[in-house]
């Protein structure tokens, strides 16, 4: 992917968020904490922050829910302008894929989350060795403290609310930095976020790269990253002073695995879906095919009908959503500018617009493997369409690639299903569906090796930002005492039976 104290968490609103709205959000920031916009700003909030957690470390399954309340509050009453402004950074974006894919998983992970966060953030009995009965193990939950989250601008309202609804439900404080590649959804959900939330609980963070590389180097109880494999290791090094635990969402080369005895038009349909919404801007897409020589055509000829379906007059379609920038547009077509002409299929009518960004899906068929569009995560609407010829040898491409944050397989043998999800190695697997099990919230979200590290979402997010605190507790009736020196007569009886 490329790029409060509990006391105040109820109060009314001030004047100043009331109307902050009217004004820009430099100007918020002389009187709202919660919105920061320099690097002196970032770093004495912080500080007020983490002093909070570190004055009051338990926050109350009530104050969570409340925060949660408020989380929900925020998106029901801003979901249109929200999505309006997202539209705008991008050139457009359809308000349906916003709701559909930012909005919907957000109100169900908040629904999750204050359906069963009680429950997780109870004490729980862990087993003991029958050694050391009567003794006992608990694992306490406890908060981790204050919570850095660098949210990405392909979804940056979903991006920003999943982990904040984990940081929340485990009772931490957070800080947001939001991407400067989406300008107007940053300030949008800032003073949204300065509306609902106490300064002392939520803080949003806004500015360029200056401000990133300041925001990644505080020292976070935990650092959540979601963007590209390559910022994502100057993340990681800048956090490694502090020795700040992170959580990094990374992407990668997401591979569709075509069986030999798949329902081709159904495999089609979900694969487009999954390529074409957001413009190809997500990342799990699908970033590429293996799949039979025999059915490269029949494929082609299946993803046009499909597009004509279900985006006609693609220049002019609402459903349809444009290149977030114009460098990101440029990188796409330069991968594409180096391919054979006989290699890149057209699927629709329309041709790439550079003024305003619309890139019509492209099909590319066996390109290099050395090529920029088969060596770089695509990001875009441009499906490469790769061979195998055993199952074998399809397993040995993906193994000789980073591991990718997910694996699509599409097919009915359940012992070729198998193989796949045993001799390959992903973030996660979907098998005849791409993408959707990114909204399962009982499910962790995660990526492994190039594609990230760590997982979140539901009980796995609150696990995340949590320290699962260890506790042994003794009887007050024990035996250890006899294991003390001199040791002699009975430890050394002892010993004897358990050593081999």
Same mark, same amino acid.
Not at 24 to 32: G, R
């Given at each position: ?8 968490? +109820? ?18 920031? &002389? ?28 926050? +109350? ?16 009453? @801003? ?36 359906? $069963? ?66 300008? &107007? ?108 020589? &025999? ?20 220049? @002019? ?9 114009? +460098? ?24 790439? $617009? $550079? ?146």
């Amino acid at each position: 992917m490329i790029d409060n104290t509990q006391s105040t968490d +109820e109060q009314p609103l001030n004047d100043q968020a009331t109307n902050s709205s009217n004004t820009s959000s430099q100007a918020a920031t &002389k009187h709202n904490p919660s919105i920061i916009a320099s690097v002196d700003e970032l770093q004495k909030q912080f500080l007020h922050l983490q002093k909070l957690s570190r004055s009051q470390p338990i926050i +109350e399954w009530s104050t969570r829910l409340d925060q949660l309340d408020n989380l929900e509050a925020l998106l029901s009453d @801003n979901q249109d302008s929200l999505a309006q402004a997202i539209s705008a950074d991008f050139g457009y974006r359809s308000t349906s894929e916003t709701q559909f894919a930012e909005l919907f998983p957000s109100f169900t992970g908040i629904s999750h989350a204050k359906k $069963n966060g009680k429950s997780w953030m109870k004490t729980r009995r862990a087993s003991i060795s029958a050694l050391y009965l009567p003794a006992h193990n608990e694992i306490q939950p406890q908060p981790l403290g204050v919570v850095g989250i660098i949210v990405p601008w392909n979804y940056p309202l979903y991006l920003a609310i999943g982990p904040m609804i984990d940081a929340l439900t485990a009772g931490n404080r957070i800080m947001v930095k939001m991407s400067e590649a989406a300008p &107007k959804f940053a300030e949008a959900f800032a003073k949204a976020v300065a509306h609902y939330f106490s300064s002392d609980m939520v803080s949003v963070v806004l500015g360029e790269v200056d401000i990133a590389e300041a925001f990644s180097k505080l020292p976070f109880d935990h650092l959540l990253y979601t963007g590209s494999t390559e910022v994502g290791k100057k993340i990681m090094a800048a956090a490694a002073p502090n020795l700040t635990p992170v959580t990094l969402e990374l992407g990668g080369k997401s591979p569709v695995i075509v069986l030999d005895d798949v329902n081709l038009e159904s495999a089609v349909n979900r694969v487009m879906m999954g390529k074409t919404i957001n413009a190809g801007q997500t990342c799990i897409a699908p970033d590429y095919v293996l799949i039979h020589r &025999k059915y490269h055509q029949r494929f082609i000829e299946l993803a046009t009908a499909w597009m004509q379906q279900h985006y006609p007059n693609i220049a @002019n379609n609402q459903d349809y959503s444009y290149i977030i920038n114009k +460098e990101q547009f440029n990188r796409v077509q330069g991968y594409i500018a180096g391919l054979p002409t006989d290699q890149v299929h057209k699927i629709t009518d329309v041709d790439a $617009n $550079n003024d305003s960004r619309l890139m019509p899906p492209l099909i590319i068929t066996e390109p290099a493997a050395d090529s920029k569009v088969m060596q770089n995560e695509i990001f875009a609407p441009v499906l490469p369409l790769m061979h195998y010829e055993t199952l074998d040898e399809a397993i040995e491409f993906v193994n000789a690639r980073p591991r990718p944050l997910a694996l699509y397989i599409f097919g009915n043998d359940d012992r070729s299903i198998e193989k796949l999800r045993t001799h390959t190695v992903s973030g996660g697997v979907c098998i005849n569906e791409v993408i959707i099990h990114v909204a399962q919230h009982d499910l962790p979200f995660g990526g492994v090796g190039h594609s990230g590290m760590g997982s979140y979402h539901g009980k796995a997010g609150f696990e995340r930002l949590s320290h699962m605190k260890p506790v042994f507790v003794q009887a007050k009736i024990n035996g250890l005492n006899l294991f003390l020196p001199p040791y002699e007569g009975l430890f050394k009886r002892a010993m004897g039976i358990f050593l081999k």
